[in-house]
Nanobody
Framework: QVQLVESGGGLVQAGGSLRLSCAAS????????MGWFRQAPGKEREFVAA????????YYADSAKGRFTISRDNAKNIVYLQMNSLKPEDTAVYYC????????????????WGQGTQVTVSS
């Protein structure tokens, strides 16, 4: 069992930055690949970024490439999402999730989810 708690969301102006954190409980955190998803009002949840259990491999949605960076600290049981050059269209609830197997960009691959943190980017 893994419990995930996101933090770091907030209100930021376009062009600004935020760093989201996802703290995980449990001693098996390092055995899980992790992902970030987001859901904007009236839209389906979408993949943002993912990282392998070791941190050696990272994956990004096209919308996140070059602006967002996912990383993890297995000693602290935390995964981060550094978001730079934020745009109003990045406004959404951001969720972190953990998976053991499956495709990194599919929601159904993920076994555990956090409650989400709101990110609002003003123009």
């Amino acid at each position: 069992q893994v419990q995930l708690v996101e933090s770091g969301g907030g209100l930021v102006q376009a062009g600004g930055s935020l760093r989201l954190s996802c703290a995980a409980s449990g001693r098996t955190f390092s055995s899980y690949a992790m992902g970030w998803f987001r859901q904007a009002p009236g839209k389906e949840r979408e993949f943002v970024a993912a990282i392998s259990w070791s941190g050696d491999n990272t994956y990004y949605a096209d919308s996140a490439k070059g602006r967002f960076t996912i990383s993890r600290d297995n000693a602290k049981n935390i995964v981060y999402l550094q978001m730079n050059s934020l745009k109003p269209e990045d406004t959404a609830v951001y969720y972190c999730a953990a998976r053991r197997r499956g495709y990194y960009n599919l929601e159904t691959s993920y076994d555990y989810w956090g409650q989400g943190t709101q990110v609002t980017v003003s123009s």
